[in-house]
Protein backbone atom coordinates (compact mmCIF):
# COMPACT_ATOMS: atom_id res chain seq x y z
CA UNK A 1 0.00 0.00 0.00
CA UNK A 2 2.30 2.11 1.13
CA UNK A 3 5.23 1.95 -1.81
CA UNK A 4 1.92 1.65 -4.20
CA UNK A 5 0.69 5.11 -3.71
CA UNK A 6 4.33 6.96 -3.68
CA UNK A 7 5.33 5.17 -6.42
CA UNK A 8 2.46 5.91 -8.55
CA UNK A 9 2.29 9.61 -7.71
CA UNK A 10 6.13 9.26 -8.78
CA UNK A 11 5.95 7.78 -11.88
CA UNK A 12 3.06 9.96 -13.24
CA UNK A 13 4.97 13.10 -12.34
CA UNK A 14 8.26 12.61 -12.12
CA UNK A 15 9.62 16.06 -12.65
CA UNK A 16 7.26 17.62 -10.13
CA UNK A 17 7.61 15.80 -7.20
CA UNK A 18 10.49 17.11 -5.19
CA UNK A 19 10.03 14.04 -1.82
CA UNK A 20 8.33 11.19 -0.99
CA UNK A 21 8.42 9.81 2.35
CA UNK A 22 6.24 7.25 4.64
CA UNK A 23 6.65 7.73 8.24
CA UNK A 24 4.66 5.16 10.33
CA UNK A 25 2.22 4.74 7.95
CA UNK A 26 1.91 8.42 6.57
CA UNK A 27 2.44 8.90 3.48
CA UNK A 28 3.74 12.25 2.54
CA UNK A 29 4.37 13.91 -1.20
CA UNK A 30 6.04 16.97 -1.26
CA UNK A 31 5.30 18.44 -4.96
CA UNK A 32 6.35 21.89 -6.95
CA UNK A 33 2.95 24.21 -6.21
CA UNK A 34 2.83 24.62 -10.36
CA UNK A 35 1.57 20.75 -10.19
CA UNK A 36 -0.77 20.69 -7.37
CA UNK A 37 -3.75 21.14 -9.47
CA UNK A 38 -2.71 18.44 -11.17
CA UNK A 39 -1.62 16.30 -9.22
CA UNK A 40 -5.01 17.06 -7.00
CA UNK A 41 -7.14 16.36 -9.56
CA UNK A 42 -4.95 12.91 -10.73
CA UNK A 43 -5.47 11.89 -7.04
CA UNK A 44 -9.21 12.56 -7.02
CA UNK A 45 -10.04 10.69 -10.47
CA UNK A 46 -7.63 8.11 -10.74
CA UNK A 47 -6.76 7.07 -7.28
CA UNK A 48 -10.22 7.56 -5.67
CA UNK A 49 -9.52 9.67 -3.07
CA UNK A 50 -12.74 11.83 -2.62
CA UNK A 51 -12.31 13.48 0.16
CA UNK A 52 -10.63 16.70 0.79
CA UNK A 53 -9.97 16.72 4.69
CA UNK A 54 -8.11 19.56 5.33
CA UNK A 55 -6.04 22.64 4.04
CA UNK A 56 -3.91 24.43 5.86
CA UNK A 57 0.00 26.09 6.14
CA UNK A 58 2.57 26.88 7.86
CA UNK A 59 4.97 29.58 8.26
CA UNK A 60 8.56 28.24 8.02
CA UNK A 61 10.10 31.95 8.30
CA UNK A 62 13.43 32.26 8.01
CA UNK A 63 13.28 29.50 5.39
CA UNK A 64 12.95 30.05 1.47
CA UNK A 65 10.72 29.09 0.18
CA UNK A 66 9.27 30.65 3.32
CA UNK A 67 5.42 28.78 3.34
CA UNK A 68 4.35 25.48 2.90
CA UNK A 69 0.54 24.67 1.72
CA UNK A 70 -0.68 20.92 3.19
CA UNK A 71 -3.32 19.35 1.68
CA UNK A 72 -4.83 16.23 3.97
CA UNK A 73 -6.76 13.99 1.55
CA UNK A 74 -8.52 10.42 2.26
CA UNK A 75 -9.97 7.94 0.39
CA UNK A 76 -13.61 6.93 1.20
CA UNK A 77 -13.77 3.94 -1.09
CA UNK A 78 -10.65 2.26 -0.48
CA UNK A 79 -9.70 4.13 3.29
CA UNK A 80 -6.65 5.29 2.63
CA UNK A 81 -4.85 8.78 3.20
CA UNK A 82 -2.36 11.27 1.65
CA UNK A 83 -0.43 14.29 2.84
CA UNK A 84 0.50 17.03 -0.26
CA UNK A 85 3.20 19.63 0.49
CA UNK A 86 3.63 22.53 -1.59
CA UNK A 87 6.54 24.83 -0.52
CA UNK A 88 5.00 28.37 -1.58
CA UNK A 89 7.83 31.68 -1.71
CA UNK A 90 6.96 35.10 -0.13
CA UNK A 91 7.97 36.58 -3.75
CA UNK A 92 4.97 35.22 -5.05
CA UNK A 93 2.41 33.74 -2.83
CA UNK A 94 0.46 32.60 -5.01
CA UNK A 95 -1.42 28.69 -5.41
CA UNK A 96 -4.07 27.69 -7.65
CA UNK A 97 -7.50 26.92 -5.66
CA UNK A 98 -8.33 23.47 -5.27
CA UNK A 99 -12.07 24.67 -4.67
CA UNK A 100 -13.23 23.80 -8.49
CA UNK A 101 -12.56 19.86 -7.29
CA UNK A 102 -13.36 20.03 -4.18
CA UNK A 103 -16.34 22.62 -2.93
CA UNK A 104 -14.87 22.04 0.44
CA UNK A 105 -11.84 23.63 -0.54
CA UNK A 106 -13.85 27.02 -0.40
CA UNK A 107 -13.74 28.15 3.53
CA UNK A 108 -10.31 26.04 3.75
CA UNK A 109 -8.42 28.65 1.50
CA UNK A 110 -9.91 31.66 2.66
CA UNK A 111 -8.87 30.69 6.12
CA UNK A 112 -5.00 30.46 4.64
CA UNK A 113 -5.70 33.47 3.07
CA UNK A 114 -6.86 35.05 6.26
CA UNK A 115 -4.08 33.67 8.45
CA UNK A 116 -1.27 33.51 5.96
CA UNK A 117 -1.61 35.70 3.19
CA UNK A 118 -1.10 32.39 0.69
CA UNK A 119 -3.65 33.56 -2.91
CA UNK A 120 -5.23 31.38 -4.59
CA UNK A 121 -5.37 31.78 -8.25
CA UNK A 122 -9.39 30.63 -9.51
CA UNK A 123 -10.71 30.80 -5.91
CA UNK A 124 -14.72 32.24 -6.61
CA UNK A 125 -14.79 34.12 -3.29
CA UNK A 126 -10.69 35.22 -2.02
CA UNK A 127 -11.73 37.43 1.27
CA UNK A 128 -11.01 37.06 5.16
CA UNK A 129 -13.11 34.55 7.01
CA UNK A 130 -11.93 35.12 10.20
CA UNK A 131 -10.75 37.85 11.25
CA UNK A 132 -12.85 41.18 10.50
CA UNK A 133 -13.07 44.03 7.71
CA UNK A 134 -10.17 46.02 7.87
CA UNK A 135 -7.89 44.02 9.58
CA UNK A 136 -4.65 44.62 8.25
CA UNK A 137 -2.20 41.65 7.93
CA UNK A 138 -2.06 37.78 8.03
CA UNK A 139 -2.06 36.90 11.96
CA UNK A 140 -0.58 33.70 12.18
CA UNK A 141 2.64 34.61 9.81
CA UNK A 142 5.96 34.39 11.79
CA UNK A 143 6.41 38.17 11.61
CA UNK A 144 3.14 39.11 12.76
CA UNK A 145 4.39 41.70 15.95
CA UNK A 146 2.96 38.96 18.82
CA UNK A 147 1.51 41.78 20.72
CA UNK A 148 -0.08 43.31 17.95
CA UNK A 149 -3.40 44.60 18.49
CA UNK A 150 -6.32 46.01 16.14
CA UNK A 151 -9.40 46.84 17.82
CA UNK A 152 -12.54 47.47 16.18
CA UNK A 153 -13.89 49.87 18.77
CA UNK A 154 -11.47 52.21 20.80
CA UNK A 155 -10.36 50.78 24.31
CA UNK A 156 -11.83 52.16 27.36
CA UNK A 157 -7.93 54.05 29.03
CA UNK B 1 -55.19 35.87 56.69
CA UNK B 2 -51.72 37.82 56.19
CA UNK B 3 -49.62 40.44 57.71
CA UNK B 4 -52.03 42.52 57.39
CA UNK B 5 -54.85 41.60 60.22
CA UNK B 6 -51.77 41.40 62.10
CA UNK B 7 -50.96 44.84 62.16
CA UNK B 8 -53.83 46.78 60.65
CA UNK B 9 -53.67 49.82 59.44
CA UNK B 10 -50.34 50.55 60.68
CA UNK B 11 -47.38 51.94 58.41
CA UNK B 12 -43.79 51.25 57.83
CA UNK B 13 -40.71 53.85 58.14
CA UNK B 14 -37.32 53.22 55.96
CA UNK B 15 -35.14 55.42 54.03
CA UNK B 16 -36.27 55.14 50.26
CA UNK B 17 -32.73 53.91 49.44
CA UNK B 18 -33.21 50.58 51.54
CA UNK B 19 -36.46 50.28 50.29
CA UNK B 20 -35.92 50.25 46.70
CA UNK B 21 -32.45 48.79 47.38
CA UNK B 22 -34.04 45.87 48.85
CA UNK B 23 -36.57 44.95 45.95
CA UNK B 24 -33.65 45.80 43.28
CA UNK B 25 -31.11 43.10 44.77
CA UNK B 26 -33.66 40.56 45.39
CA UNK B 27 -34.81 40.84 41.39
CA UNK B 28 -31.77 41.04 39.72
CA UNK B 29 -33.12 40.03 36.27
CA UNK B 30 -30.04 39.22 33.75
CA UNK B 31 -28.95 38.98 30.73
CA UNK B 32 -26.57 36.11 29.61
CA UNK B 33 -23.90 36.96 27.28
CA UNK B 34 -22.29 33.37 26.77
CA UNK B 35 -19.69 33.29 24.05
CA UNK B 36 -17.24 29.75 25.94
CA UNK B 37 -17.10 27.09 28.20
CA UNK B 38 -17.87 29.13 31.13
CA UNK B 39 -21.67 28.88 29.89
CA UNK B 40 -21.69 24.83 31.07
CA UNK B 41 -20.68 26.25 34.81
CA UNK B 42 -23.46 28.92 34.73
CA UNK B 43 -25.90 26.16 33.37
CA UNK B 44 -24.59 24.35 36.71
CA UNK B 45 -25.38 27.79 38.43
CA UNK B 46 -28.97 28.24 37.22
CA UNK B 47 -29.96 24.29 37.92
CA UNK B 48 -31.60 22.79 40.84
CA UNK B 49 -28.46 21.69 42.70
CA UNK B 50 -27.43 25.23 43.33
CA UNK B 51 -30.33 27.25 42.25
CA UNK B 52 -29.62 30.81 41.81
CA UNK B 53 -33.44 31.37 42.23
CA UNK B 54 -32.53 31.49 45.88
CA UNK B 55 -31.47 34.88 45.37
CA UNK B 56 -34.37 36.31 43.19
CA UNK B 57 -31.90 35.86 39.98
CA UNK B 58 -33.39 33.22 38.43
CA UNK B 59 -34.96 34.75 35.47
CA UNK B 60 -32.83 34.84 32.51
CA UNK B 61 -34.10 38.48 29.63
CA UNK B 62 -33.13 37.32 26.23
CA UNK B 63 -33.72 41.26 25.53
CA UNK B 64 -30.82 43.57 26.91
CA UNK B 65 -33.42 46.31 27.47
CA UNK B 66 -35.49 44.33 30.20
CA UNK B 67 -32.35 43.12 32.29
CA UNK B 68 -30.54 44.36 35.27
CA UNK B 69 -27.20 42.72 35.38
CA UNK B 70 -24.54 41.46 32.66
CA UNK B 71 -23.56 38.05 32.75
CA UNK B 72 -20.63 38.07 30.62
CA UNK B 73 -19.60 34.29 30.23
CA UNK B 74 -16.70 33.39 28.43
CA UNK B 75 -13.77 35.12 25.99
CA UNK B 76 -14.83 38.12 24.18
CA UNK B 77 -12.45 38.80 21.22
CA UNK B 78 -12.00 41.68 19.21
CA UNK B 79 -14.30 40.83 16.61
CA UNK B 80 -17.01 40.28 18.93
CA UNK B 81 -16.59 44.10 21.08
CA UNK B 82 -18.65 46.12 19.11
CA UNK B 83 -21.74 43.72 19.74
CA UNK B 84 -20.80 43.41 23.78
CA UNK B 85 -20.47 47.16 23.97
CA UNK B 86 -23.78 47.45 22.03
CA UNK B 87 -25.49 45.03 24.25
CA UNK B 88 -24.41 47.06 27.13
CA UNK B 89 -25.74 50.22 25.97
CA UNK B 90 -29.28 48.66 25.36
CA UNK B 91 -29.75 47.74 28.77
CA UNK B 92 -31.41 50.43 30.63
CA UNK B 93 -30.38 51.62 33.97
CA UNK B 94 -29.94 50.88 36.78
CA UNK B 95 -27.39 48.51 35.15
CA UNK B 96 -24.55 46.18 36.61
CA UNK B 97 -22.21 44.20 35.10
CA UNK B 98 -20.44 40.49 36.21
CA UNK B 99 -17.25 39.18 34.62
CA UNK B 100 -17.77 35.67 34.69
CA UNK B 101 -14.14 33.78 34.15
CA UNK B 102 -10.55 34.37 33.61
CA UNK B 103 -11.34 35.46 29.59
CA UNK B 104 -13.87 37.87 29.85
CA UNK B 105 -11.51 39.42 33.02
CA UNK B 106 -8.04 39.68 31.30
CA UNK B 107 -8.19 37.84 28.44
CA UNK B 108 -6.94 34.24 30.32
CA UNK B 109 -4.15 32.76 28.87
CA UNK B 110 -5.29 34.27 24.85
CA UNK B 111 -2.58 36.46 25.08
CA UNK B 112 -2.78 37.07 21.09
CA UNK B 113 -4.04 39.11 18.46
CA UNK B 114 -7.87 38.54 18.82
CA UNK B 115 -8.65 38.45 22.40
CA UNK B 116 -10.03 41.43 24.28
CA UNK B 117 -7.65 41.11 27.27
CA UNK B 118 -10.73 41.91 29.76
CA UNK B 119 -14.04 43.29 28.76
CA UNK B 120 -13.30 45.92 31.12
CA UNK B 121 -11.40 47.42 27.95
CA UNK B 122 -15.33 47.89 26.08
CA UNK B 123 -17.32 48.14 28.95
CA UNK B 124 -17.33 49.25 32.78
CA UNK B 125 -17.62 45.93 35.14
CA UNK B 126 -18.69 45.97 38.67
CA UNK B 127 -18.14 42.26 39.88
CA UNK B 128 -15.16 39.94 38.66
CA UNK B 129 -15.57 36.01 39.31
CA UNK B 130 -11.92 34.33 38.87
CA UNK B 131 -11.60 30.69 37.52
CA UNK B 132 -11.33 28.74 34.77
CA UNK B 133 -14.05 28.40 34.55
CA UNK B 134 -15.61 29.17 38.32
CA UNK B 135 -17.59 26.77 40.58
CA UNK B 136 -20.80 27.69 41.06
CA UNK B 137 -20.49 28.66 44.50
CA UNK B 138 -17.55 31.31 43.42
CA UNK B 139 -21.01 32.65 41.57
CA UNK B 140 -23.09 32.59 44.27
CA UNK B 141 -20.58 34.34 46.09
CA UNK B 142 -20.10 36.73 43.35
CA UNK B 143 -23.74 37.49 43.14
CA UNK B 144 -23.85 38.20 46.99
CA UNK B 145 -21.33 40.41 46.60
CA UNK B 146 -23.04 42.03 43.58
CA UNK B 147 -26.14 42.27 46.45
CA UNK B 148 -23.94 43.83 48.98
CA UNK B 149 -22.77 46.60 46.55
CA UNK B 150 -26.32 47.14 45.52
CA UNK B 151 -27.71 47.95 48.92
CA UNK B 152 -25.08 50.91 49.22
CA UNK B 153 -26.12 52.78 46.61
CA UNK B 154 -28.42 55.65 46.32
CA UNK B 155 -31.50 56.24 43.61
CA UNK B 156 -30.08 60.39 43.78
CA UNK B 157 -26.95 59.04 42.08
CA UNK B 158 -26.66 58.70 38.44
CA UNK B 159 -24.46 55.59 38.26
CA UNK B 160 -22.71 56.07 34.78
CA UNK B 161 -21.37 59.59 34.18
CA UNK B 162 -22.05 60.94 30.79
CA UNK B 163 -19.01 62.87 29.32
CA UNK B 164 -19.88 65.89 27.97
CA UNK B 165 -18.57 64.72 24.72
CA UNK B 166 -21.96 62.23 24.64
CA UNK B 167 -20.19 59.21 24.89
CA UNK B 168 -20.42 56.73 28.00
CA UNK B 169 -17.31 55.80 29.61
Given at each position: MTTYLLETIKTKFPAAVLAASSFRGDETVVIKKEALKETAAFLR????????MDLTAAD???????FELVCHFYSTKHNYRLRLKCPVGADDPTVDSLTPLWAGANWFEREVYDMFGLKFAGHPDLRRILMYD?????????????KKRQPRIPHRD | MGLETLFGHSYLTTRLDEAVNWSRKYSLFNYPFVTACCGMEFMSTF??????ARFGAEYPRFSPRQADVLFVVGTVNEKLAPVLKRVYDQMCEPKWVVSFGVCATSGGFYD????????DKIIPVDIYIPGCPPRPEAVLDALMKLQAKISKE?????KYKWPSDGHRP
Open positions: DELGFDFLYLPREPRGFEGHPLRKDYPL | ASTYDINYATVQGISVLDR
